[in-house]
């Protein structure tokens, strides 16, 4: 242990060390400070920006790039300086060590877990394999190896070499994504005018036809049954409605849900990539714009409110509607937030904080991933926050289990007050103008735990007395139905407020003398895959429908639809589609509709196709 000292350790140079130092303290501060966050900010710029208090989202990067700089250019140097020299050529190899590991890291681990919001939140909680593990420490266990052998043979100008040229590549990789950026924040700054103009309103008529298409994002369609049990008024307000279990969407996300919403068969996955010489991004607006176009070619007043992904946009582009005379375009989402300054100002708080934490997050070795990620939490001090009803909404929403959270999520509040104000966007004209109304929202979607028996959002939200009744939840001719996790049951909720909010406006629509003259079409554009499989499936599935789709919820929507003059509710059997809304909104109103953009015929002959029939009998 004391042998000989060895006359390789002092081949590196005491200037050489330093300057190793130095260049890996200037990598780990680009790369936490500046790399990443402008990497995910980029990935979706607009999800950073609040289009009704609009500024750039390269603040963000500037305050965690400060915080970087902080931590890497500040504190490690002191600590540097404050060593004896054997430390300090400790603190010269780890520093290597420490920027190599990270880089891997970032680069390759830790991508495969979900969907993240502007919150830096993955929508599920983060599942590691011990394979992850075990792979992942193998390597970085190399990368150590490979170091201390590179540094024990003195090749101290390759490795600063090395560093230097780290230090330029990830300052050029920021580089990118900071213009990235910028150019779609100009971009957004004309939206963000555009879209705060007027107040969302749309007309129904005593005298006339209303239709209505609501999309309501993720509901699933499995819960129906135990809603309506668990809040029997309910039935009475959906008193007309056709309910369809057995119904299919195309996908499991927005954008392949969405299309054949609109636009009928001709937007499926599969018929929209035999038109593989246009962008994704015209075929979703040509969508879009279908039954907008029809109805008004037929002399309806149409209003479209929150057209999903509108331009390949998060924050929807109306202007793809400029082109269609006649047509009124809204965003309802965050349209009635009364406390707008609070939410933005603990929304940037929380990203502020979190994208810096998040920076950390992704360069620690997986083993350390669900410790740093805390849920989402970050590990923040103020886990728990107060009730205390008088001074607003806490926005730093915190499951805890699943019967308690703290805090709100603003994306799902954004969403809620949109239906609650249903009524008051409502019109009502005592003319025969006929009406077609587009309405989306995300309140099934953007998904928190909320206070039962209500229903409602609340800063702290207790359930635990609830659901000692209701932890068993039954439907007549249904299985019995157990929430056992938090998302489960957030799913469940929202879905549930969403059915008590339209109940509500259903009313209004009743006592205004508009209900029996109007169509309604409630769906989704997809279900989830939440764990509920059990629920419709008492057979395991076979063939290709093993796996990952086995779980047939993520395709399988919410469907109803309330006919002119129908008052009683029902349930049918018949196999649907989320692209036969098209044709059952213009059944007897609009003869022969034909797509103004192909030139087809609008109808259901597409659910006979091979890629769903097909499919479907292998579901069956």
């Known amino acids: 242990k004391i042998g000989k000292k060895s006359d390789k350790e002092d081949k590196i140079s005491e200037g050489s060390m330093r300057t190793i130092f130095l260049a890996c303290c200037v990598f780990m501060a680009v790369l936490v400070g500046v790399l990443i966050p402008s990497a995910i900010i980029s990935t979706s710029t607009t999800e950073f920006v609040e289009m009704r208090a609009f500024h750039s989202p390269l603040s963000f990067i500037v305050h965690t790039a400060a915080m970087a700089a902080g931590m890497f250019l500040v504190w490690l140097l002191i600590f540097y300086q404050l060593s004896s020299d054997k430390t300090k050529k400790c603190f010269s190899f780890c520093s290597v060590a420490m920027i190599l590991c990270a880089i891997v890291e970032y680069m390759f681990f ?96 005593k005298n006339g036809k209303n239709v209505v298409v609501l999309m309501m994002d993720r509901a699933i369609s499995g819960f129906v049954p135990y809603i309506l049990a668990e809040k029997p008024e309910l039935k009475e307000q959906f008193a007309g409605f056709t309910y369809y279990p057995n119904a299919f969407s195309f996908g499991f996300s927005t954008n392949v849900g969405t299309p054949p919403i609109y636009g009928g068969y001709e937007y499926a996955p599969y018929e929209m990539n035999k038109r593989s010489d246009e962008l994704l991004k015209d075929k979703h607006n040509e969508a879009l714009k279908v039954m907008p176009t029809i109805f008004t070619d037929n002399g309806y007043k149409v209003t479209v409110c929150d057209p999903p992904y509108a331009n390949y946009a998060y924050n929807p582009d109306l202007s793809i509607f400029d082109e269609c005379e006649g047509v009124k375009a809204y965003i309802t989402h965050g349209a009635f937030n009364e406390d707008e300054d609070m939410r933005i100002y603990n929304k940037e708080k929380i990203i502020n904080r979190n994208l810096f934490c998040y920076s950390i997050f992704r360069i620690m070795p997986v083993f350390m991933h669900k410790e740093v990620y805390n849920e989402g939490n970050y590990n923040h001090a103020d886990y728990y926050a107060e009730e205390n009803d008088d001074d607003g909404v806490d926005y730093n929403y915190i499951p805890i289990d699943k019967y308690n959270s703290t805090g709100i999520r603003e994306d799902f509040l954004s969403a809620y007050r949109a239906l609650q104000n249903l009524s008051y966007m409502t019109k009502i004209s005592d003319g025969d103008d006929n009406n077609f109304v587009s309405f989306s929202n995300t309140t099934t979607h953007d998904v928190m735990m909320l206070q039962e028996p209500e229903f409602e959002p609340r800063n702290v939200v207790d359930n635990t007395e609830y659901e000692k009744e209701h932890a068993v939840r039954t439907a007549p001719g249904a299985k019995e139905l157990r929430l056992e996790n938090d998302t489960q049951m957030e799913h469940y909720e929202c879905d549930m407020a969403a059915f008590i909010q339209l109940g509500r406006w259903f009313d209004y629509l009743r006592e205004n003398g508009v209900w029996d003259n109007t169509r309604i079409i409630i769906t989704a554009d997809h279900g989830r895959v939440i764990g509920l499989k059990d629920l419709i499936m008492d057979e395991p599935c076979v063939g290709e429908m093993k796996g990952e789709y086995e779980d047939t919820m993520g395709v399988n929507p919410l469907f109803m639809i309330k006919d002119f003059g129908s008052n009683e509710f029902s349930v049918s059997d018949e196999f649907m589609t989320c692209a036969d809304v098209p044709s059952e909104a213009f059944k007897g109103i609009i003869d022969n509709p034909i797509n103004p953009f192909t030139g087809n015929a609008i109808d259901e002959s597409g659910k006979e196709a091979e890629e769903i029939s097909g499919l479907y009998t292998e579901w069956s």
């Open 110 to 205: 830790g991508k495969g877990y979900g969907n993240i919001s502007p919150q830096l939140r993955y929508d599920i909680s983060i599942e590691i394999s011990a394979k992850e593990y075990l792979i992942n420490m193998f390597i970085l266990i190399a990368i150590v190896g490979g170091i201390y052998l590179v540094w024990r043979a003195g090749k101290g100008e390759l490795i600063k070499s090395a560093c230097v040229i780290g230090c330029l590549a990830v300052t050029a990789m920021s580089v990118i994504n900071i213009v990235k950026i910028n150019t779609e924040t100009k971009k957004l700054s004309q939206l963000a005018e555009r879209n705060d103009e007027e107040i969302p309103e749309f007309t129904l008529s």
